[in-house]
């Protein structure tokens, strides 16, 4: 039975492997989503079901926070009938404004395009990674509001920062080291400023008490 894209892309989210996460790096206090690790499990998945990836980019100049903004639209062909296509559109990321800024966030954009297009599972359970468990058998539960994996900013990474602050002066370092993203989320997204700004109130009420 012939199946169609959407059946092909359905087929691809449930048969996709989990991304292990890279190990911490020296300063780090996450464990990093790496893009080559997510751009291998995915294209693997699509590959297996007769899909095939592309991406386009446009770049723009954030004055304001001296950045430049990369927006990935992705299109997923059905390689038996190349005229079918599904599209992943508005997937962005910042970089600095140097030699390797524009690289980095295409990487970033495409990594979080996959992740969405095939909602794939990230995280580390114990050393190893995964247990060897089915994605719909998985017992993992979160009782955080999601992450919105789409916008600009990395919020999984900026909450994660904040959470490990040791003290009230690393939290004040990490408060200057993400006013220009949170001043950008003010303006272009109160939700994710929001979400922010909920851990970031919980933390420095816990080192406040503990006269950290």
């Not at 900026?158 to 602050?165: G, M, R, W, Y």
Request: with cysteine.
């Amino acid at each position: 039975m012939k199946r169609n894209i959407y059946q092909k892309l359905h087929d691809a989210c449930l048969t996709a492997g989990s991304v292990k996460k890279g190990a911490k790096a020296n300063g780090m206090h996450f464990n990093p989503l790496l893009h080559d690790k997510v751009q291998e499990v995915a294209t693997q998945a699509l590959l297996d079901n007769g899909l095939y990836a592309t991406c386009n980019y446009l770049t723009e100049i954030v004055p304001n926070i001296k950045q430049v903004m990369v927006v990935c639209t992705m299109r997923v062909y059905d390689v038996d009938d190349p005229t079918q296509y599904i599209l992943v559109d508005g997937c962005s990321a910042f970089g600095n404004l140097d030699k390797f800024g524009t690289g980095n966030a295409m990487s970033y954009s495409r990594k979080y395009a996959f992740l969405n297009l095939l909602n794939l599972k990230t995280g580390i359970k114990d050393e190893d990674g995964y247990e060897p468990k089915p994605f719909e058998d998985s017992t993992e539960q979160s009782v955080e509001e999601p992450t919105y994996l789409d916008d600009t900013i990395d919020v999984e990474d900026i909450k994660n920062e904040i959470k490990s602050a040791k003290n009230i002066k690393e939290f004040n370092i990490l408060a200057e080291k993400y006013s220009n993203h949170i001043q950008y989320l003010i303006k272009n997204n109160t939700k994710v400023y929001q979400q922010i700004k909920d851990v970031a109130d919980t933390r420095e009420l816990q080192l406040t008490n503990k006269g950290q």
